[in-house]
């Protein structure tokens, strides 16, 4: 099982925390972290409309559709996307930070713009954004962690964040197949952290450990499942692990439901690295 890490213990004891949150990252680059202080309802809320949206009629959903967004946001359907050259047998939406087009924006630039929201839904955007704000808080208080446990001042990523991060939510489906077992194939995450909520009882996610096995990785009550990505990875030198990771299609019959939030520095930032 993977490690599990209490973020009240970074109160009460922070370098045993860290200590722990050190060597988790570092030999194994994924965990579980509990007492975090999102409330057991929001998971319930944000679980409930991504449910909500994918039983919407297909015409509904294709309102939004990834095609129409020159920045990548949106909804993209069934086998919209492809891992290693194999077609991912999921469907999604793209939540970013919502913030107006650069006129005659260039490079990387062009990435920045609005989200597309279903009008037959609009719970949905007042819930994932508020969600986005307390997901970056947590991410950020973990960043500040890991700075004091690798020796350097607490703040050193913070400037990275300060301005305009380029953060990302997918809240995905991933319908049962008779004909794939790739829901995503293996990869490593490229931006810094992720933190992962599951629905319960859920199955399909699998990490590689060091020695190249693959073990699963059930959803914990109560708890985000995280992992480190590229960036933080190049920053600390490869002390931290980006870990490959994969979710298998669920079986025929059956779905699973779950939305990672992707923890990225500005579009513009560099990211301070640590020896």
């Given at each position: 099982m993977l490690p599990v890490l209490d973020l009240r213990d970074a109160e009460t004891d922070p370098d045993g925390f860290?200590?722990?949150?050190?060597?988790?990252t570092h030999e194994v680059g994924f965990f579980y972290l509990t007492g975090h202080g999102i409330a057991p309802r929001r998971f319930d809320e944000v679980l409930g409309l991504a449910r909500r949206f994918f039983a919407l009629p297909a015409e509904a959903k294709e309102e939004i559709a990834q095609l129409k967004s020159p920045q990548f946001r949106g909804y993209?359907?069934?086998?919209g996307e492809l891992t290693n050259g194999q077609v991912d047998w999921r469907e999604q939406i793209d939540i970013g930070p919502d913030r107006e087009v650069i006129p005659g924006a260039q490079g990387y630039w062009r990435l920045q713009g609005p989200n597309l929201w279903p009008s037959a839904l609009p719970e949905l955007r007042p819930a994932f954004e508020a969600w986005s704000a307390d997901l970056s808080e947590v991410g950020?208080?973990?960043?500040?962690?890991?700075?004091?446990?690798?020796?350097?001042?607490?703040?050193?990523?913070?400037?990275?964040?300060?301005?305009?991060?380029?953060?990302?939510?997918?809240?995905?489906?991933?319908?049962?197949?008779?004909?794939?077992?790739?829901?995503?194939?293996?990869?490593k995450d490229s931006g810094v952290l992720t933190l992962l909520l599951v629905e319960p009882d859920s199955h399909g996610l699998q990490v590689e450990l060091p020695d190249g096995e693959w073990i699963d990785a059930p959803p914990l009550p109560g708890a985000f499942i995280v992992n480190i990505g590229e960036l933080l990875e190049v920053a600390t030198g490869g002390y931290l692990r980006a870990t490959r990771h994969r979710v298998l299609a669920p079986a025929p019959g059956t779905d699973r439901?779950?939305?990672?939030?992707?923890?990225?520095?500005?579009?513009d930032a560099r990211i301070p690295i640590i020896d």
């Open positions: 860290r200590e722990r949150l050190l060597a988790a993209s359907r069934l086998g950020l208080r973990l960043l500040r962690h890991w700075a004091v446990a690798l020796g350097a001042v607490e703040d050193i990523f913070d400037p990275a964040f300060a301005d305009r991060p380029a953060t990302l939510i997918k809240v995905v489906r991933y319908p049962g197949s008779a004909d794939t077992t790739q829901g995503v194939g293996a990869h439901v779950s939305i990672p939030y992707f923890l990225n520095p500005a579009l």
